[in-house]
């Protein structure tokens, strides 16, 4: 009877047995050929084909939070790193926004929030 093993070895091995034959599965299905448009779509999100259409929103919501008044002298160009960046016509119009800075930010974190903004910077330029 000294053939027969402990039932708590048993179950270990069972479990050894189940975790590797779970790992060969991922390993085999990461080897699948992948569809196409999964393709496509990651290579556009990679090299940011699909941003026009994000920033015509994001200028859309600056607009509608800067209203008419501020929103002639300014224009949201990007988010980056959490931040929105604003083209003003100049540096009194930047101090002007400045003042208006907590406003502006909980309306476009109202209008935008899956682009998560954090903060917002405001830069002298030319408005396009």
Not at 22 to 43: I, N
Not at 59 to 75: H, I, M, T, V
Not at 95 to 103: D, P, S, T, V
């Amino acid at each position: 009877m000294a053939d027969q093993m402990d039932p708590e070895l048993v179950a270990q091995k069972l479990a050894d047995l189940s975790q590797r034959a779970q790992r060969e599965k991922g390993r085999r299905h990461a080897r699948r050929p992948k569809k196409a448009s999964d393709v496509v779509a990651q290579m556009f999100a990679r090299k940011g084909y699909a941003t026009p259409r994000a920033n015509e929103q994001l200028r859309d919501a600056w607009s509608a939070a800067a209203g008419p008044a501020l929103g002639k002298f300014c224009q949201a160009s990007a988010v980056r790193q959490g931040v929105l960046e604003v083209i003003v016509a100049n540096s009194m119009m930047a101090q002007e926004l400045g003042f208006e800075k907590n406003r502006l930010l909980k309306a476009m974190q109202q209008a935008l929030p899956d682009a998560r903004i954090e903060g917002l910077r405001f830069k002298v330029g030319r408005l396009g």
